[in-house]
């Protein structure tokens, strides 16, 4: 999930469920991934302060918290342990 979210970093009028739904699913090997665990997935990213929704649209940024996390994340796994564990 948060590797879906570094590509939605530069986008000026944000991303909708949608989006996210069409970066996340080929991710995870999932053809049909639900609007409803999307949502929740959401709504967890906006509890932690990783995303903002932007006021009067469905739609999200990524917080400058959001990126760090992301990047920090994403680098660990593809550096560190998707090597270690091959």
Known sequence: LLSAL???RLLPRGFTNT?????LAPLLDQPNLSPGAMTYDLRRLRQHGLIDRIPGSHRYHVTDLGWRT???F???YT?????GLA
């Open 6 to 8: 570094t590509v939605f």
């Open 19 to 23: 989006d996210l739904r069409a970066h």
């Open 70 to 72: 992301a990047q920090l």
């Open 74 to 76: 994403t680098r660990t």
């Open 79 to 83: 550096r560190l342990l998707r090597p």
